[in-house]
């Protein structure tokens, strides 16, 4: 189901309003076809793990017709809204889904990568039902999910994002913000956690097949008293656009350089660029981010 919308943005001074309490967690949704079938591995309590990916049982056993279209379990249908939203004066688009007009409890902002558009990130049969499982989960649970065009992964994309998310904040100034980053979309996430004007609306970044940025070990969130924003890291062993040894090193940098930093990392063990997207539980990550982001 579809319908249009249209927002203005403005860029304007936001409170800077801490996340929903941690006692607001995401109920259940189809849990059972979505969590990992397989955890090989885990450690640093929980915050790494190794989840088993068969490619028969996660790919062709899920898939009706393979990376096309996922068995009609997997999915629910949801209200999408094609809407707009404006930046210098240039219309840019996005589908929305749940409470994006205001009022939301959550708000999770899905950035594409290079040569991927709005649709990707509402796309109810790729990805084994994954991008539908979250959208359910938002408008089942008082929140909001956006996958939004933007120009480029430079700077005008970042400029961009902000602009949406703090348009969020302004409209639920209680909501804890996420912004889900998929392979080169990772540049805008590290962007956006470097920017102070953004950061105190961030609850948490999720990094799906994507990359590092060893600039952040300097950052203000890992010194005492800086705001310690949740990190996930999906990440294919597979990859061969971006290691995984490499990610590895950047998570135990960062609880090296910040013991108790609230990070955790996924590795999907033979799985490709895009199993992340696949294959990241929505729900125990978003629930883990709600109880562990910066609380007033």
């Given at each position: 189901?579809?319908?249009?919308?249209?927002?203005?943005?403005?860029?304007?001074?936001?409170?800077?309003?801490?996340?929903?309490?941690?006692?607001?967690?995401?109920?259940?949704?189809?849990?059972?076809?979505?969590?990992?079938?397989?955890?090989?591995?885990?450690r640093d309590d929980g915050d790494y793990v190794?989840?088993?990916?068969?490619?028969?049982?996660?790919?062709?056993?899920?898939?009706?017709?393979?990376?096309?279209?996922?068995?009609?379990?997997?999915?629910?249908?949801?209200?999408?809204?094609?809407?707009?939203?404006?930046?210098?004066?240039?219309?840019?688009?996005?589908?929305?889904?749940?409470?994006?007009?205001?009022?939301a409890r959550a708000v999770v902002i899905y950035v594409h990568g290079q040569g991927g558009d709005r649709f990707q990130g509402a796309n109810d049969w790729m990805f084994g039902g994954n991008f539908n499982r979250v959208m359910n989960l938002m408008a089942q649970n008082s929140g909001a999910y956006i996958s939004p065009d933007?120009?480029?992964?430079?700077?005008?994309?970042?400029?961009?994002?902000?602009?949406?998310?703090?348009?969020?904040?302004?409209?639920?100034?209680?909501?804890?913000?996420?912004?889900?980053?998929?392979?080169?979309?990772?540049?805008?996430?590290?962007?956006?956690?470097?920017?102070?004007?953004?950061?105190?609306?961030?609850?948490?970044?999720?990094?799906?097949g994507s990359m590092h940025d060893d600039a952040f070990i300097k950052s203000p969130a890992l010194r005492p008293g800086g705001r310690k924003i949740p990190i996930y890291i999906g990440h294919g062993t597979e990859d061969p656009i971006f290691a995984w040894q490499d990610e590895v090193a950047f998570y135990e940098s960062v609880r090296k350089a910040s013991p108790g930093y609230p990070i955790r990392i996924a590795l999907f063990a033979t799985g490709p660029h895009g199993t992340p997207i696949r294959m990241t539980d929505w729900r125990l990550t978003l629930n883990w981010m709600l109880a562990a982001a910066p609380q007033p």
């Open positions: 189901m579809w319908r249009k919308a249209a927002l203005c943005l403005a860029l304007s001074v936001l409170p800077t309003m801490a996340p929903a309490a941690a006692t607001y967690q995401l109920a259940p949704f189809r849990d059972a076809l979505f969590q990992y079938p397989n955890v090989v591995e885990t190794v989840v088993g990916y068969d490619k028969q049982r996660d790919l062709y056993g899920r898939d009706q017709v393979p990376e096309r279209r996922v068995w009609s379990q997997y999915v629910k249908t949801v209200r999408k809204t094609n809407a707009r939203y404006v930046v210098d004066g240039k219309d840019l688009k996005f589908v929305g889904v749940g409470k994006f007009d205001g009022g933007f120009t480029d992964i430079d700077a005008k994309g970042t400029a961009e994002i902000k602009l949406l998310l703090l348009d969020q904040a302004r409209r639920s100034p209680n909501a804890a913000i996420f912004v889900a980053c998929g392979s080169q979309g990772g540049a805008i996430c590290w962007n956006l956690a470097r920017d102070p004007g953004v950061t105190p609306h961030l609850s948490g970044l999720l990094l799906l």
